[in-house]
């Protein structure tokens, strides 16, 4: 395992997704989200920083240790596929379990789906990373 490139991708992954989360989630999305999850705050940015930087630090070793990604767009599909399969099940079993999403399936698909594109971008950056200097 190289860590240095495990923790250069968790870093760069983490906060690029944490900027582009906040461009999608909390300006673009932020009404319609805001009205169909019923349990949103005031965001807490150590907690999201530490969960961006910690969903970064798993997809750069499914990269690095099992998949061998190494490019952009590699990293992009990857990160994608990777994101939407965890965001359907965290929010369909929350849905099935909570009223966390009171505006029903179309809410936890949409987090999903903008939870994907996220990582989608997070993950090209995390490849590029990982392609430097090969």
């Given at each position: ?27 673009a ?14 965001p807490?940015?150590?907690w ?87």
């Open positions: 395992m190289d860590f240095k490139k495990l923790a250069m991708g968790t870093v760069v992954g983490g906060l690029v997704a944490l900027g582009v989360g906040y461009l999608l989630f909390g300006v999305l932020s009404s319609y989200m805001a009205d169909n999850a019923s349990h949103t705050k005031e807490n940015m150590l999201l920083v530490a969960g961006h930087l910690a969903y970064g630090a798993l997809i750069t070793y499914i990269f690095v240790q099992w998949a061998g990604i190494k490019t952009p767009a590699s990293g992009a599909k990857a990160g994608f596929i990777i994101a939407l399969l965890a965001g359907l099940g965290f929010n369909w079993i929350w849905h099935g379990v909570s009223d966390m999403f009171p505006g029903g399936c179309v809410a936890t698909l949409l987090d999903a789906v903008g939870g994907a594109v996220v990582w989608a971008i997070a993950g090209a950056a995390i490849g590029w990373v990982l392609g430097r200097g090969d």
